[in-house]
């Protein structure tokens, strides 16, 4: 494997671009590109100065456009000028690639439309990187048009965590270790080849209202969505950490014994980094790098 690409999210003000670990990646995602409403985008806060860090600190920025929810907009906004906007942001600020974050092309048109989206991207920026986040399985990746869409893109990041949380009518692991076998497999089935995916790894984990996994929950979790770094101080405390032999990943149990967090350590991310390199895929991401103190990262250089 030869990338290690994190999403560095623009709202997270305890760590501007100044304060950015760049040297821990090999490509950085600038997150996000948002839709305004009138369809034009809002440039992530420090863009030029994330950009220029990262090059000097010889790591590819790229920009991600949309995001989580970012399906109606991209289906509303026209494409050309869409196109042309995104070219604007990256040549006034440096990037040198653009994630495709567009979740999900889910309404009619919407596929096709995603595909003169980047052929409007190749053709405007030919030596940029150009990406596009992917969903790990058919419920979602059914609609995109492989065959159109791969001479188009470099990779696809297969967004392999989120399996369950707080839209889950049952307790479940944010990220098992078989969602992203499966993922892998669906791509490949699709047509995609290896070394044109990316896995990703999540640091942060989520919590559940439940006293074991695959039981329905029993309300609201005070840990729904809980950053690595955030998980950490509760080992300290009166949280117990146990494994799922059968999923390969990590989560804790409250002292009540009423609460789940399923996350990732390093000794998980070291198997699922593994599973990358095995399947020769092109590398590993992170969802994102300001939950990570280092240690994530570095658990994904394997031999």
């Known amino acids: 494997m030869s990338i290690l690409l994190g999403y560095y999210p623009d709202w997270v003000e305890a760590m501007p671009p100044a304060k950015v670990p760049y040297k821990r990646y090999t490509h950085l995602t600038h997150s996000f590109a948002l839709f305004n409403t009138d369809g ?26 949309g995001g989580a929810e970012s399906g109606p907009a991209y289906a509303k906004a026209d494409t050309e000028t869409l196109a042309r906007h995104i070219v604007a942001m990256v040549e006034k600020n440096g990037y040198g ?23 409007a991207l190749r053709k405007r920026l030919p030596k940029a990187l150009l990406t596009a ?15 159109a869409l791969l001479p188009l893109l470099d990779y696809v990041n297969i967004m392999a965590y989120d399996f369950a949380g707080p839209w889950s009518l049952e307790s479940g692991h944010n990220a098992p270790y078989s969602f992203c076998e499966s993922s892998i497999a669906y791509w490949i ?83 699922k980094a593994t599973l990358a390199k095995k399947s020769g895929l092109a590398g590993c991401f992170f969802w994102e790098i300001t939950q990570d103190d280092g240690t994530l990262a570095a658990a994904t250089m394997v031999k």
């Open 40 to 65: 034009t985008l809002k440039t992530p806060s420090g863009a030029a100065e994330f950009c220029k860090r990262a090059k000097a600190a010889k790591v590819v920025p790229i920009l991600a456009v």
């Open 97 to 119: 690639g653009v994630d495709i974050d567009w979740e999900f092309p889910d309404t009619v048109g919407a596929p096709q439309k995603l595909v003169v989206l980047a052929q």
């Open 133 to 147: 986040a992917v969903p790990g399985s058919e419920w979602n990746g059914k609609h995109y048009d492989v065959k």
């Open 189 to 271: 089935k699709r047509g995609w080849p290896a070394k044109k995916l990316l896995l990703g790894l999540a640091s942060y984990g989520r919590g559940f209202k439940a006293r074991s996994f695959g039981e329905k929950t029993a309300g609201k979790s005070t840990h729904e969505y809980t950053g690595y770094t955030e998980i950490l101080p509760l080992l300290a405390k009166d949280w117990k950490k146990q494994r799922d032999s059968k999923e390969r990943v990590p989560y804790l149990v409250s002292s009540s014994g009423d609460e789940l967090i399923s996350y990732d350590d390093p000794e998980s991310i070291t198997l």
